[in-house]
């Protein structure tokens, strides 16, 4: 076990104030020990989180979809309590497979997926591999065509050096002081909630957390993602909040024209983080969306 894995996040310690707690549970998969939160009854939806987050991000989401469908909400691998991936497989593709290791460990196959910012890269690779079907998804403030910010303009020269060598242990220590940790959640355009805000503090201090999250950016291929847009038929639901700081809505836009049955909605008001801090406004788009009930 590598030092970043000994200080990945114990549930012994932090599980009894995760959100949805009694809906978790770990499943090893392939190469993975994944926290998983598991809830309802219907048809399945499969709900990724961005680089960066974690199931926390869906607190508000989950028990009412729950209502309706079937609801599979992990921790990618690398982030919150998940393990991580070996070093060399840590991109959206790699991330893909070890996702459909955990559906199939719990033999459930998504009829649609639900993802926030990085995520909808992992539910395009999913498509094009044909790991998942869905017969619909919902992309939200979707990043498809390059690696998500890492915040305002003073903070990425801050991290820079840090992003170039990897160094997570020093990384967190700088995200763990309150002035960045606030600076990288006012940069995103939404207000969460306090609830939410602490988590987000408690993951950006811990060195395994952010030591996937740097794997990630440093790994990623956009020219790979685009390539694969032209292709993905499945009908998709593409939600942009008009402050998002993280996201311009100008690349939502281009991405949405590559894509050959995507539907944009703007939601004004409402930063990158909007599923976390206007979850109504997200539950009525989403239950117009999926067939199999409203939320």
């Known amino acids: 076990m590598s030092t970043l894995e000994r200080d990945r996040l114990r549930w012994e310690s932090a599980g009894h104030d995760w959100p949805n707690h009694h809906l978790s549970r770990f499943v090893t998969a392939g190469d993975v020990r994944f926290h998983v939160q598991v809830a309802g009854d219907g048809p399945a939806l499969l709900l990724l989180h961005g680089a ?7 607190a508000r989401i989950l028990p009412r979809l729950a209502q309706s469908f079937r609801v599979v909400v992990p921790d990618l691998p690398g982030h919150a309590f998940s393990s991580a991936l070996p070093p060399e497989r840590t991109g959206p593709a790699e991330l893909t497979t070890a996702v459909t290791h955990l559906l ?21 690779c999913f498509v094009a591999d044909g790991a998942v079907k869905p017969e619909r998804c919902a992309f939200l403030a979707p990043s498809l065509s390059r690696p998500p910010r890492t915040g305002p303009p003073f903070l990425q020269e801050l991290m820079a050096p840090l992003l170039r060598t990897g160094r997570a ?4 220590a700088l995200l763990a002081r309150p002035f960045v940790v606030n600076g990288l959640l006012r940069s995103t355009g939404s207000i969460v909630p306090p609830e939410s805000a602490a988590l987000y503090r408690l ?12 794997r990630l950016l440093t790994t990623w291929d956009p020219e790979a993602i685009e390539a694969l847009l ?9 939600l942009a909040g008009r402050k998002d700081g993280w996201i311009p809505l100008s690349q939502v836009r281009d991405v949405v ?15 990158h983080l909007f599923h976390e801090e ?7 788009e989403l239950s117009g969306w999926f067939p199999g009930g409203s939320p």
Do not use: K, Q, Y
């Open 52 to 58: 960066g987050g974690s199931s926390h991000s869906w």
């Open 104 to 124: 199939d460990a719990v033999a459930i196959e998504p009829t649609g997926i639900v993802a926030h910012s990085a995520g909808a890269a992992v539910a395009v």
């Open 169 to 172: 242990a020093d990384f967190a």
């Open 203 to 214: 993951l950006t201090a811990n060195p395994a957390h952010v030591g996937s999250v740097l």
């Open 230 to 238: 032209p292709d993905f038929a499945v009908p998709t639901l593409v």
């Open 257 to 271: 024209r590559e894509m050959p049955d995507a539907d944009l909605r703007v939601l004004d008001g409402v930063g």
């Open 278 to 284: 206007d979850p109504d406004r997200v539950l009525g």
